[in-house]
């Protein structure tokens, strides 16, 4: 990068606002999983205007940026290519809570703040942002991601907990739209914020956001259920739900696969299954309440151990074996399992999402498909049963050498997404958002006409490059 345009930089964001030495930047170029771009610089604003003259700057200059908040997207799309032409914008020094309003049960806070350290500061109040994952993202980039996680079945993605956002758009005056709304109610025309939420940063940065927040939960319980058939597991869903109501609030789906691959990988793991053997299907079934235990009430635990009793002796046969345990060991497990599964071997993952039934005809059908066309090729899923969203992981031997050939990789995700899209009415992006990973699936799925309103938008708010992603 030309050293005229590093001083301009550096004279708009202050010293401690640009990085543009090698090794200081080795952080931000490398993604969680995936990723190694080459940076020109990382800039790194202090507050909303410097990103507005940030912005001016670089769309004035031909500079193309790439927004990057916790960088542990799963789709390639928070680091940049590895021309060493484009700059990273990393929102992590707007990191702060701006204001909590428990009254109104909103926060606004930096879209730069971890989502661990945003809940550090609700939970003093009793309160939670309630998107949940084995990751620790920031703000921005959930927004930009719409990001969904554990508990999407009880609480709603991102999208459904975003009341306002402040966004900057890639224009010659870096233009700030102050969408900071804090009410629940609001129909006064167009809902621009959701312009913002799950496009992958390229309408605009999000600098500040204000969400809904919830009650943390006061009573947990967990069980792992063992399904005869993995054909069991919807009608066993249901009948959960008429039974626990709202208080069922994760149901997930782990494979006999998956979870071995995690046991192998992270050895401090309880196995708590009879005689260690690891059964072929197992749900992650959690219940909670967002108030304290009263007197006469009976323990979560006790109600949960009944209601299992309970919707067994319903049913000629039972559905299912139940295990009741420590919520803490529980979720150890399936927090893991994200990186459990990509120890296996050379993980290929799909992140795609079916009507609830669905996402265990798709696992059979794969079961049997997926072998006669690729032979030698792991299937290690596991998924969120309880909004239909299904992590169909995939994994080749280290050895394989079609683990080095994009093009096989290429050849299996449109084998898996035309399955997924068209014989299921799928979605191959459920939880992810779209990024370089998964751009040819935007071009080839999405339809002309909404790809010439994401093209409208897209020259209307920020004509100028801005992320990685091509909507239109
Ligand atoms: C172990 C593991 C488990 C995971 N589990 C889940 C899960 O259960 N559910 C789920 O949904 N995801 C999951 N993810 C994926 C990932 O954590 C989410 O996509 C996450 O919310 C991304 O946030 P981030 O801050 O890391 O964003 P980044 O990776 O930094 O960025 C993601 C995208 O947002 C854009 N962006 C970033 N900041 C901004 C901003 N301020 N303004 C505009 N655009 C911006 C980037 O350009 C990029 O396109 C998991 C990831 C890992 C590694």
């Not at 507050?47 to 997207?73: F, R």
């Not at 635990?301 to 139940?322: R, S, Y």
Request: glycine share 8%; charged share 20%.
């Amino acid at each position: 990068m030309d050293l005229k345009h590093l001083n301009a930089l550096e004279t708009i964001l202050g010293p401690k606002g640009l990085i543009h030495s090698a090794d200081d930047m080795v952080l931000y170029e490398t993604g969680a999983r995936y990723d190694i771009g080459k940076a020109a610089f990382v800039a790194r604003p202090e507050n909303t205007e410097h990103v507005s003259k940030l912005l001016a700057y670089a769309v004035q200059n031909d500079i193309h940026l790439i927004p990057q908040s916790g960088n542990t997207g799963l789709v390639s799309a928070s680091t940049p290519n590895p021309s060493g032409t484009q700059g990273i914008l990393s929102l992590d020094r707007m990191n702060t809570v701006i204001g909590l309003d428990v009254h109104n049960k909103s926060v606004h806070a930096g879209a730069g703040i971890r989502l661990s350290t945003l809940n550090e500061t609700l939970e003093k109040e009793g309160l939670m942002f309630p998107i949940d994952l084995g990751a620790d993202p920031r703000l921005g980039g959930m927004i930009a991601t719409n990001t969904g996680g554990t508990r999407c079945m009880r609480y709603g993605d991102v999208r459904m907990n975003t009341l306002g956002l402040t966004v900057v758009l890639a224009d010659q005056k870096g233009t700030v739209l102050k969408l900071t709304n804090t009410l629940r109610k609001n129909n006064t025309g167009v809902d621009w914020k959701q312009m913002f939420i799950g496009t992958s940063g390229a309408f605009g940065v999000v600098t500040e956001c204000v969400l809904n927040i919830v009650e943390t939960p006061k009573q947990t319980a967990t069980a792992y259920l063992v399904p005869n058939s993995i054909e069991a597991v919807p009608h066993l869903m249901r009948l959960m739900e008429t039974k626990l109501g709202t208080m069922l609030s994760a149901f997930e789906g782990m494979s006999k696969n998956a979870i071995t691959a995690t046991y192998d990988h992270v050895t401090s793991l309880n196995n708590p299954f009879a005689g260690s053997t690891v059964p072929d299907y197992v749900i992650l079934a959690e219940i909670s309440r967002d108030w304290p235990l009263y007197e006469g009430e009976k323990p979560l635990k006790n109600v949960f151990e009944e209601v299992l009793a309970a919707v067994w002796e319903d049913e000629t046969e039972p559905l299912a074996d139940a295990l009741v345990g420590r919520p803490e060991e529980m979720w150890a497990l399936r927090h893991a399992i994200s990186e459990g599964v990509k120890s296996a071997g050379k993980l290929i993952a799909f992140d795609v999402s079916f009507k609830r039934a669905d996402s265990m005809r798709f696992i059979s059908f794969m079961k049997t498909e997926l072998p006669k066309s690729f032979p030698d090729i792991t299937i290690c899923d596991f998924g969120h049963v309880g909004d239909g969203g299904l992590h169909f992981n995939l994994v080749l031997k280290a050895d394989d050498l079609r683990s080095k050939d994009p093009e096989f990789e290429q050849t299996l995700r449109s084998f898996v997404f035309d399955i997924v899209v068209n014989k299921y009415a799928g979605s191959y992006s459920a939880e992810h958002a779209i990024g370089p990973k998964n751009q040819h699936f935007y071009d080839l799925y999405t339809p002309a006409e909404l790809k010439r309103l994401a093209h409208g938008f897209k020259s209307m708010s920020s004509p100028a490059p801005l992320g990685t992603v091509k909507f239109g």
